[in-house]
């Protein structure tokens, strides 16, 4: 049982390039969510899908797309990248059997030049 | 819509000493609470939740932390810190009717324990 892995730990992109990040859970968890990490400003909730085929945007979407075909992944894609998405992104999961704890994933950090 | 402050991005301590690490938030409906425990390159754990009951709530390794409805604050304590503890700590919201799935975050408290 790995839990949440996220793929890559680290990535440096140019303005403009795209990406995806990936976030994937063995844990047959419905709920996922991605997180970014910035200094000073704790965690932000980006996007979360509640299962296959449903998502639905956090308090900062916008660069952001995301759409979940499975249970187990939920990747993150950058279509143009900014400086202002340098960041750390975390993926999270909730089990339907304990409602309260997200898990979170180890992290992607990212830098965009 | 609710907001959460941690009144101090770092706190230094000295090992064995107490500590607590101040969390305010503002909402308009009930609220649920969590402190969150993130060690040097890893993902955020949880380290302890309030639901209902008790105002007072504790965790595995130590801490606790009190909620107080009328000053609105869910501060984290421990009375004796080891080395093993630093890290950054992370006080978070949600409201009752959306569980824990939309968290709204503190900025953070990064605790050091110095020997």
């Known amino acids: 049982n790995a839990g949440v892995t996220q793929t890559p730990k680290f990535q440096v992109l140019k303005t403009g390039q795209s990406m995806t990040l990936q976030c994937a859970q063995d844990m047959n968890h419905e709920y996922m969510s991605w997180y970014r990490q910035d200094p000073g400003m704790g965690l932000r909730l980006i996007h979360y899908s509640v299962g296959a085929g449903i998502t639905d945007q956090g308090e900062v979407p916008n660069g952001y797309n995301v759409s979940r075909s499975t249970t187990e992944d939920f990747p993150l894609r950058l279509l143009s990248a900014a400086p202002s998405q340098t960041s750390v992104y975390f993926c999270?999961?909730?089990?339907?059997?304990?409602?309260?704890?997200?898990?979170f994933g180890p992290g992607t950090r990212l830098t965009v030049l | 819509a609710q907001s959460v402050t941690q009144l101090d991005s770092q706190v230094p301590v000295f090992e064995e000493a107490p500590v607590e690490l101040r969390c305010n938030y503002s909402s308009s409906v009930s609220v649920y609470l969590f402190w969150y425990v993130q060690y040097p390159n890893q993902g955020l754990q949880l380290l302890l939740k309030y639901l209902s009951g008790s105002t007072l709530v504790e965790s595995i390794n130590g801490f606790e932390a009190e909620f107080n409805k009328s000053q609105t604050s869910f501060h984290l304590r421990k009375p004796s810190v080891h080395i093993s503890d630093t890290a950054e700590y992370f006080c978070?919201?949600?409201?009752?009717?959306?569980?824990?799935?939309?968290?709204?975050f503190g900025q953070g408290t990064r605790l050091t324990i110095n020997p």
């Open positions: 999270a999961t909730i089990a339907g059997t304990d409602p309260y704890r997200q898990f």
């Open positions: 978070a919201v949600s409201d009752r009717f959306q569980g824990a799935q939309k968290l709204v």
